[in-house]
Every structure is written in structure tokens, then in C-alpha cells.
């Protein structure tokens, strides 16, 4: 049984919300190809790209890359959220909810 950390409950609890409300999602391969501060979670939901960037709590700040990839992002009409606990994570939620 592998014990998840921190931030990967975060994923978790967010993953099964996105689940929940049938989002297609995935998780971006950080292998050394792609472009730096890519968010943990890619999204789309009713023609809306979402970026999501998990942290353990709210203490964890994201990196400037994280930061400029999330005003990339909105700048391109898309959305960027930074989840770190259930309240974070409804934040997503009521967005979709209030986009179906």
C-alpha cells in the first residue's frame, strides 16, 4: 500500500470532484520536453481550458514559472487555479457546476 503525500491527497480529493462532474482531465508527463510551469492537472470542461496547479497547503507558493505559465493561460482565455484544500477545490467545482 503506497502512502500518498501531502500534495497528492490534494490530487486525489481533486481528481475525484473532477470525476464527479465527468471533466475530462490529465496530468501533464514532466519529462523534460514540455514547457516549464505546466500545472499538475490539465482540464477542459464546456470548451474552457483549466489549468490547475496543486499544492500540499497554503503555505506552498507556486514557483514564478508556475505563476507565468497561470497568466499565460488567462491571458489565452483559459483558467488558472491554485488548489490546496477542499475550499480551493470547490472553487473548480463551482465553476463547473455553474457551467454546464
Given at each position: 500500500?503506497?502512502?500518498?503525500t501531502?500534495?497528492?491527497?490534494v ?10 462532474h465527468g471533466?475530462?482531465y ?8 514540455g514547457k516549464?510551469g ?11 481550458f ?30 488558472w487555479?491554485l ?18
Open positions: 500500500m503506497s502512502t500518498l501531502p500534495e497528492g491527497k490530487k486525489r480529493k481533486l481528481v475525484e470532484m473532477l470525476k464527479r471533466v475530462w490529465f496530468f501533464p508527463a514532466s519529462n523534460g520536453f516549464a505546466i500545472p499538475d492537472v490539465i482540464a477542459c470542461h464546456n470548451s474552457k483549466i489549468g490547475i496547479e496543486c499544492k500540499a497547503d497554503r503555505t506552498k507558493k507556486p514557483t514564478a514559472l508556475q505563476v507565468a505559465c497561470g497568466t499565460e493561460i488567462r491571458d489565452a482565455g483559459g483558467l487555479y488548489v490546496y484544500d477542499a475550499d480551493t477545490i470547490s472553487e473548480v467545482e463551482v465553476f463547473i457546476i455553474n457551467n454546464r
